[in-house]
């Protein structure tokens, strides 16, 4: 196994010396050493107060790895063989023209130093003083910079100052007409309550007064205008709370915008007027490299004014949605009120038209008694004259059954027989006329009873509609609400 290095020995363990300028070097000495010796066969004494550090080095022929080649490394220090110096050959290493070259060498070196100094210093004052003015006026300038951007961060401030007022007021409005809309909203809840307990009632008419009639039409129309405006708030409602949404987000920026400006105005303003003799200031290394800038004056700007353009935009758009949520109030509450007046108009006129129908039906109820009493006074006289007529043939009838009883040729169909026959057919005829008279009239009574009852049914109809209509339906729609309610004032 061979070993890849080995430890030096303590004579040259130490680092190389620098070498002088003010020496020749070794190598331009060539009278010196015109022969070299090679390394086995150079002696050198120990007496020497030097060793030839600079220039030679004895290394081992076996380098070995510290404690793990300890074997090889006693071998190979075993076979270095003994260093020998040469005595005339160190004596001689310098002539006399070396040592006055050197001299000379080293006073042009001096000339040359004290030349170059003195040139240097001569440069490095003016250069001082130039660099001093430079950096000055670059500190101006920079300071000057500061400032401008100061003054740019202060109007962009002020400006979304101005435009954050101005959406607060916005939003506070269009949270105003959107509290308005809800209450109207909720006023709306009881009209549509009438108009169905309005039908609701009205179902519970009689007969013939289940009638289509312009009412329930109205209210019909009044539940679809009532249902209508409220999808139009629901609508508008919806609207407004996104539109509500959007403004705070737009408010939102601008807020967080002009937190960043405000901390921006306060470093650059402290920036401005940091000066040499300020306190704080301090060294920063590498502060220079370190580029945590993410825009760039174009950028900057860019940023707040679309900022303050989309302000203005979701501006705008609250401020047309508050107008169009007025005028939707306002239409909706006329809307209603028109159409609320008509179905009390359809409700008056049905009323009435009720009333007189009644009424004629109470005339012709109080006819039809009339009749019908006279009906059976009428059947009594025919009943009462059937009976007299009865009483006739009965004698007519006897006197004929008498006379049958006649003896022999006393049948005879005298005068008085052929009388008599006739006096019963007679009566009997007037008999029979009479009790189909007294069936029309029982018949003619049955038809005055039954539409006696049908008046009465329909009197009792009538006065259940007039029940609904005056007393349910209009007395709940006079709890109408009134126009400013609707609109969401109250």
């Known amino acids: 196994m061979e070993c890849l290095a080995s430890t030096l020995m303590a004579t040259y363990a130490h680092p190389r010396p620098t070498p002088t300028n003010f020496l020749p070097a070794v190598g331009t000495i060539t009278s010196s050493y015109r022969n070299r010796f090679p390394h086995s066969n150079f002696t050198h004494s120990l007496s020497l107060p030097w060793r030839p550090n600079t220039y030679y080095k004895v290394a081992s022929d076996f380098p070995t790895l510290g404690p793990y080649c300890t074997r090889s490394q006693r071998v190979a220090e075993s076979t270095i063989p003994p260093f020998v110096s040469n005595r005339t ?3 001689t290493r310098y002539t006399p023209d070396d040592w006055y070259r050197s001299n000379l060498v080293n006073f042009q070196e001096s000339n040359t130093s004290r030349h170059n100094s003195e040139r240097l210093r001569v440069d490095t004052s ?6 001093y003015l430079q950096i000055r006026k670059t500190q101006t300038d920079t300071t000057q910079n500061l400032g401008e951007r100061v003054n740019d961060i202060g109007f962009w401030k002020s400006e979304i100052i101005h435009e954050l007022d101005e959406m607060i007021g916005e939003t506070n409005a269009l949270t105003d007409a959107k509290k308005r809309l809800e209450r109207a909203l909720v006023e709306m809840e009881a009209p549509l309550q009438v108009a169905r307990e309005c039908l609701f009632h009205r179902e519970k008419r009689m007969g013939i007064d289940l009638v289509h009639d312009e009412a329930e039409k109205e209210l019909l129309t009044e539940l679809d205008t009532i249902l209508c ?12 709370i996104a539109q509500l949404a959007a403004n705070r987000a737009s408010q939102h920026e601008l807020e967080k915008d002009l937190s960043d400006k405000q901390k921006a105005y306060r470093i650059d303003d402290k920036c401005q007027h940091l000066r040499n003799t300020s306190e704080g200031v301090s060294l920063f290394r590498g502060v220079e490299k370190v580029d945590a800038t993410i825009s760039v004056p174009e950028s900057w700007a860019k940023f707040t004014d679309d900022n303050m353009l989309r302000s203005q935009s979701e501006r705008a758009a ?11 109030l306002v239409v909706t509450a006329n809307e209603m009120w028109n159409q609320f007046n008509k179905v009390n108009l359809a409700f008056t006129t049905r009323i009435a038209e009720t009333t007189d129908a009644k009424n004629k039906i109470h005339i012709h109820l109080t006819k039809t008694l009339q009749e019908i ?29 008498e006379r049958t009883r006649r003896p022999n040729i006393e049948l005879c169909r005298d005068t008085a027989q052929l009388r008599l026959v006739n006096e019963v057919y007679e009566v009997d005829d007037t008999i029979q006329i009479l009790q189909q008279r007294l069936r029309d009239a029982e018949d003619t009574l049955q038809l005055l009873v039954h539409t006696k009852t049908t008046l009465e049914h329909d009197l009792s109809v009538k006065a259940n509609t007039l029940y609904i209509d005056q007393e349910k339906c209009m007395s709940m729609r006079k709890s109408f609400p009134n126009t400013l309610r609707l609109v969401g004032f109250c």
């Open 89 to 91: 050959t160190l004596f």
């Open 126 to 131: 003016r250069l001082i003083q130039d660099k």
């Open 229 to 240: 405006c409220q999808e139009k708030m629901k609508l508008h409602l919806d609207k407004a």
């Open 318 to 328: 609250s401020a047309k949605l508050r107008d169009d949520i007025e005028n939707l």
């Open 373 to 401: 009493f006279q009906t059976e006074m009428t059947i009594e006289s025919i009943k009462k004259a059937i009976r007299e007529k009865t009483a006739f043939l009965k004698v007519a009838q006897t006197r004929l059954d």
